[in-house]
C-alpha cells in the first residue's frame, strides 16, 4: 500500500485545526499538483483506499474530490476514476468562477444601503464627502471653453493635456516619466483587463498575492491564464515560496498591491520591496503594480510605488482616479516601459477605443488647479477620523481571540475569525442580522479559506460603524 | 506538369484587370485556401515552375508569396518552400495588422484640419453642429439632484432608468424587448469587443460583409477568430456567395450593418434582408448588427433593424449615440438575446465594471425628455443638405470613370477609381494636396483592393466640401 501512496506521504490532517479536513486535504492536494508531484493525467486514488491510507472518513476524500473537481484541478471520468486534469482544462476560461469573483463589487451598494442594512462590504467613499459644487463648476468650465470639441474623438492614449499632468502627478511621487509612456484608461479594472490581453496568451502564469483582488483573477482568468497565488505575511508576500515557484513556473505577470494590499491592508517593508525586486530581476518577471489606496496610508507615510525602483523597465504602474473621488467616474491611468506603450495602445483601441473625454478634460483641471490635491486633503483627513474611530470600536467590541490585521491606514480591516467560527456561516449570520460583510474566500484564486472576513467602514456614518462592529462581535461571543 | 497543377486550373490572369497579376493571383490563392482545394500543409509549387506554368513573370508569383506570408496564409522554410499554414497560424493575433485597421480612425481628426487641411477621411460630426447649452443644462440637472451618487458603481448592466429609456426608444423602432435584455457599453467598439469575447474561441470563423469596419475586424482578430469577408453587392450581402461559405464552415457570428453600411453606405432592399435572415436560420449563425447610421437615410426611409425580425433570438443589436453626437461621448448600447444576457454583463464587469455613471444619467435625461429626438431632426436636416450638396458636388468633379456608389445617406461616399488608377497611390497623391481620403484596401479583412476610395463630407464646411473634391477631380484627370 505504501508504494502505492508515495506522492502522498507529506499530507497532513489535522482535527483541532480551523479549516474542515476536506479543506486541508483539498489545499494540500493542490500544492502537490502544483509542486508537480501529481502530474497531468494521474489517477488519484479510489475514494475507499485514501481514506484508509489517511484514516479518515470516506465522505471526507468525496468532498475534497468534489471541490477539486469544481475548481478545475480534476477530472471525473464517471466510474473509472478522478484524473489530475491537463493543462488546458485548468485554463478554460470558468465563467461560474469569473462571476463569483465579481458579485463581491457588483452588488451596488446603494441597494444595500437601505432601512436598517448596514453594508460593511462595499469598499467606496461615502458619496457625501465629494464636492459636487467644484465638480459642477470644472465641467461648466470645460464645456464652455472646448465647446464640441469636449466630445470630439479623443486620442487612444489620452487626452495629451491629462497625460502631462499625470505626469507632474508622478514625479511628486518619485516616478519621473514622460506623457507618451501614460496611458488613460477607464479604471483600473480596465487596466489590469488590457495589461493581460497585451501580454498574456492562453495557458502562460500569472502571479498573485494570496489573498488578492477578485476583478484582477477574474481578468486573468478570462484570458485563460493560470493563476499562482503567494501568501501574503504581515510584512508583505511570502519571498521564500515566491522564490520557490518562480524556480518552478516561469510567470510572465505578477500583479501586487505594495501598499495598503487588498485586502489584508498590508504595506510592503521596505526589506520585502528590495527582496521582491531583486526576485524580479533575477527571474526576468513583468510587475503589475495596483496602486489601490496608498494616499490612505495613516500609521507610516507610504513608500515610492514600486515604480520608483523601476530601473530595468519591467514595472506597469496603475493607478485609479475613481477610487479616491468615486467609483463611477472611471478613471485610471497607466505608467508603462516605452517598449509595451504601442501594444497597449493597441489593446486599447479595440477595447473601447478611447476614455470620455469630458472626464479626462474635467479631471485635467482637477489636477493642474491644484483641487485634487486639495481634495485628497480633506478625505484623508476624513477617512483618517474614521479609521482611528473604527479600530477602536473593532478592539473594544472583538475579543482578543479575533485578530484584527494590524492595519496602516485604508478602508477595511482583514480580520482572522476564531478557530470555531467559519467564516462563510458567518457572513450568511451577520446579512440576517442586516450587517453586510465580505467573506475572506472571495479573495483567493484557488485555495478554500475559512478564516477570514473582511469589514469595510467607508461608507457607514460613525453612529454605523459603532452598531455594525457590535452586532458582529455579539455574533462572535455567541458562538464561542 | 498538368498532375502537379490539378489545383491551380481555376486560376486566371487577365493583364488588363484592374488588379496586378500578381494580387490576382493572391486573391485566387486564397478562395483556393478557403474552399480547402489547398490544405493546410500542401506545399506551394516552385516559383520558377509555376511561372512557368502559368506563363507569367517569376517575380510576380514571389510577390504574391510575400503578401501570403504577410497575411498568414502561408509559411516560409526557407529554402525548403512555402506551404499553407496550419489553421492554428492563421488565427494568431497580428498585432500588424490590428494596427493598420485602427490607423483609420485612431488619427484624431483634430490634428488634420490645421491650415489647408481637407479631412475627408474621418467620418464624425461637426462639433459646431451640438448644442452644448442643452447637454450643460442636463448635466447640472443630473448633478443637482443625484449629487454624489452620480459617481457611485453604477450596476454593470447599466443605470436602470437609461435602460428603460432605451427599451422605449427601441420600441419606435419596432423592435420590443426589457430593460433586463440591455446592456449599456462605453461605444459601439466596446459593444463588438464585448460580444467577441463572449462568444468566439480561439480558431472559431467569423463572417463579415466585404469590405466592413476595420475596428470589428481587430476585435476578431484579437479573439484570435478567422475572418471570412462575403462580397457587397449593390442590394447587399451576395446571398449566393453566403451560403456557399455557410455550407463549407460554420461560423459562430456573422458581422453586418444591413442599413447604410460602412463604407459602402449601401442598405439591404427587403428581398436580400429576408433571405440572409433565412440563411441565418437555416444554418443556426448569430447576428452582430451594428446599426451605424441608420439615422441618416435620406433617399429611402429605413427599414426597421434585423433585430425588429428576430423571431428566434439569434440577433444581438448595436447602437451607437456617440455617432450621432459626438464620438468622444463613449455611449451605446447592446439588446441581446436573453440567454446571453449574463455572459456578455460577466465580460462587461472584466472590461471595465461600469459605464461611466455622469454620461448614462445625462444621456437618461436626453432621450426622456425628448432632447434626442429634436437632436436628431436638427442633425437630419444639416446632413441631409450637406448629403445633396457633397453627392451634386462628387457629379461635377469626377468624369462618368468614377463611380459613385449610388448612395442612400450618411456622411461618405465609396468610389470605384478608373482602371488605371491604383487606390493606395492615389490617396498618397491626395494627401501631397493636402486632401485627407481614406483608403479602401482598409476595410478588407484579407484581400486586396486596389480600386475604391471612401470620401467622407461630414466634419466639412460646404466650401471644403467643393474644394475637396474639386482637387479630387483634377487629380483624376491628370491621371487618365
Chains 1, 2 share one sequence.
Not at 432601512?115 to 465629494?130: F, T, Y
Not at 507615510?301 to 523597465?313: C, E, G, I
Not at 461608507?459 to 461571543?477: D, M, P, R, T, Y
Amino acid at each position: 500500500m505504501t508504494n502505492e501512496f508515495n506522492q502522498f506521504v507529506s499530507i497532513q490532517l489535522t482535527k483541532n485545526e480551523k479549516n474542515a479536513l476536506y479543506v486541508q486535504l483539498y489545499n494540500q492536494i493542490i500544492e502537490l499538483i502544483h509542486s508537480r508531484v501529481l502530474a497531468p493525467g494521474y489517477r488519484l486514488p479510489s475514494v475507499r483506499k485514501f481514506s484508509q491510507y489517511l484514516s479518515i472518513n470516506p465522505g471526507t476524500v468525496v468532498n475534497a474530490y468534489k471541490e477539486l473537481e469544481k475548481s478545475g484541478y480534476v477530472i471525473s471520468h464517471g466510474g473509472s476514476g478522478s484524473y489530475i486534469a491537463e493543462k488546458t482544462s485548468l485554463m478554460e476560461l470558468d465563467m461560474g468562477t469569473v462571476m463569483a469573483d465579481c458579485t463581491l463589487l457588483e452588488e451596488g451598494w446603494e441597494n444595500k444601503q437601505n432601512g436598517d442594512m448596514i453594508n460593511m462590504r462595499s469598499i467606496a467613499l461615502n458619496p457625501d464627502v465629494i464636492s459636487i459644487k467644484k465638480f459642477k463648476e470644472l465641467v461648466i468650465k470645460v464645456l464652455d471653453r472646448d465647446k464640441g470639441k469636449t466630445f470630439s474623438y479623443e486620442e487612444s492614449q489620452g487626452f495629451l493635456p491629462l497625460r502631462e499632468s499625470v505626469v507632474t502627478y508622478l514625479k511628486e511621487r518619485h516616478v519621473s516619466t514622460s506623457a507618451k509612456n501614460i496611458q488613460v484608461i477607464s479604471g483600473a479594472q480596465q487596466g489590469i483587463d488590457i495589461v493581460v490581453r497585451a501580454l498574456l496568451n492562453h495557458g502562460d502564469y500569472v502571479f498573485t498575492e494570496s489573498p488578492t483582488y477578485p476583478g484582477a483573477i477574474a481578468a486573468f482568468r478570462s484570458a485563460g491564464a493560470k493563476v499562482i497565488d503567494i501568501p501574503m505575511e504581515p510584512d508583505g508576500i511570502d519571498v521564500i515560496k515566491l522564490e520557490k515557484y518562480l524556480q518552478r513556473f516561469r510567470p510572465k505577470l505578477i500583479y501586487v498591491m505594495p501598499i495598503l494590499q487588498n485586502p489584508t491592508g498590508i504595506s510592503y517593508s521596505i526589506e520585502k520591496r528590495n527582496r521582491f525586486m531583486e526576485l524580479m530581476r533575477y527571474y526576468d518577471v513583468c510587475i503589475l503594480e495596483d496602486d489601490y489606496l496608498s494616499e490612505l496610508s495613516f500609521r507610516t507615510s507610504p513608500l515610492a510605488p514600486l515604480k520608483a525602483l523601476d530601473r530595468d523597465d519591467r514595472v506597469i504602474y496603475i493607478k485609479s482616479f475613481s477610487k479616491m473621488f468615486m467609483p463611477g467616474l472611471r478613471l485610471a491611468f497607466l505608467c508603462i516601459p516605452e517598449y509595451l506603450a504601442e501594444r497597449i495602445l493597441k489593446i486599447k483601441y479595440i477595447t473601447d477605443i478611447s476614455t470620455s473625454g469630458l472626464t479626462q478634460r474635467v479631471f485635467d483641471l482637477y489636477l493642474r488647479e491644484g483641487v485634487w490635491q486639495e481634495h485628497i486633503a480633506h478625505i484623508r483627513k476624513i477617512y483618517k477620523a474614521q479609521f482611528d474611530f473604527a479600530y477602536q470600536v473593532a478592539q473594544h467590541a472583538f475579543s482578543d481571540k479575533v485578530i484584527v490585521q494590524n492595519p496602516q491606514g485604508g478602508l477595511s480591516f482583514w480580520i482572522r475569525l476564531p478557530q470555531k467560527i467559519l467564516a462563510k456561516e458567518f457572513c450568511l449570520q451577520a446579512e440576517k442580522n442586516h450587517v453586510y460583510i465580505a467573506c475572506g474566500d472571495d479573495f483567493y484564486p484557488r485555495h478554500i479559506d475559512q478564516s477570514h472576513i473582511r469589514i469595510s467602514f467607508s461608507l457607514l456614518s460613525l453612529q454605523q460603524v459603532e452598531a455594525g462592529f457590535h452586532i458582529l462581535g455579539e455574533l462572535i461571543q455567541e458562538r464561542m
